[in-house]
């Protein structure tokens, strides 16, 4: 290989985890973050060839520069295909193993071990704009200063200020600061999916609490997954015991990480039914949020 081409593909591997991760917090999506590192790659190789290129002194700055506008443009994409989406859109999980260390060559497990973003806060990222959520996640998520991120962005310092400011402020009023325990979460994952899988609708009622809110992604193509959301204990804890007959037996239940926090994996037998994750009360006690990812294109890297 030419040694510049080597030495620019060594120094792309050598940032990979970290733009996958920045990338995928602002878009949500680990297709479109390839399609993004892609073409960040693609830039990156052309600049080193480039015979009367200056060099550049900063490679981490260059390339996260370079993969966060190319997340920017690809919003565009992303917001076109999601006004066809049938039902309710939920990013794509991050799946890994509760005890094992991912593989270093796998990006997106990588991602789990950088900074993780929990789905429900991904969920609340969707109702910023592309500019805010950039901004949100290299401040707050990977600890950019304001003047780093303008440079990035290519605008003014104050203007980085006002986003940041508007963009925390709008996801704190949405998504409270407290993080229950990982084993907290997953002891009460367990429960639920006792409960759920086994059609006791008294446990589903005591364990859900009364704001519940349950967003099922089948995108057009899972039968068990609803429309829209779904707001309330009593309607979420019906629907669960009225499925369970149909759809729980065959079922069996892996315990993962999705997005760094401890969550469920349904299989049927071999194949990904279902990626489960619950957001918990302050106290740790009920479920006030469930996100159930059941479209089978956003399962097609989980095993």
């Known amino acids: 290989m030419d040694p510049v081409a080597n030495t620019a593909t060594q120094v792309f591997n050598d940032h990979r985890e970290l733009l996958f991760s920045i990338v995928y917090n602002m ?28 060099r550049i002194d900063n490679p981490r700055a260059y390339l996260v520069r370079i993969a966060v506008n190319g997340a920017l443009a690809q919003q565009a994409t ?17 799946v890994s193993s509760l005890t094992d ?12 071990r950088t900074e993780s973003v929990s789905m429900a806060l991904l969920v609340v990222l969707e109702t910023l704009t592309p500019l805010e959520r950039g901004v949100f996640v ?22 980085i200020r006002q986003l940041a400011h508007r963009a925390r402020e709008h996801v704190h009023a949405r998504r409270p600061r407290y ?18 899988l086994g059609g006791d609708l008294d446990a589903l009622l005591r364990i859900l609490a009364p704001e519940v809110t349950l967003w099922s992604d089948g995108g ?11 707001h309330g204990r009593d309607k979420v804890a019906r629907l669960f015991a009225a499925l369970a007959p149909g759809s729980g037996k065959g079922l069996d239940v ?16 071999d194949t990904p039914y279902a990626v489960l994750v619950l957001d918990l009360t302050a106290d740790g006690d009920q479920v006030c949020g469930i996100y159930a990812v059941a479209n089978p294109d956003k399962l097609s890297h989980v095993v």
Not at 78 to 93: D, K, N
Request: charged content about 25%; proline content about 8%; aromatic content about 6%.
């Open 27 to 54: 878009l949500g999506s680990v297709a479109d973050t390839e399609d993004v590192l892609q073409e960040t790659w693609l830039s990156w190789t052309a600049r080193n060839q480039a015979a009367s290129a200056e």
């Open 78 to 94: 992303l917001s076109r295909r999601r006004e066809t989406y049938v039902g309710p859109w939920l990013p794509e999980p991050l």
């Open 101 to 112: 260390t991912p593989a270093p060559d796998d990006a997106a497990d990588a991602a789990v």
């Open 138 to 159: 290299l401040h707050e998520v990977f600890g950019y200063a304001h003047t780093e991120i303008a440079d990035i962005l290519g605008r003014s310092p104050a203007a």
């Open 179 to 196: 993080e229950p325990e990982p084993h907290v979460r997953q002891q009460v994952t367990e429960r639920f999916l006792a409960a759920a």
């Open 220 to 230: 057009g193509k899972a039968r068990t997954a609803a429309l829209r959301p779904l």
């Open 254 to 269: 892996a315990y993962r990480s999705v997005n760094g926090d401890p969550s469920a994996l349904l299989l049927a037998g």
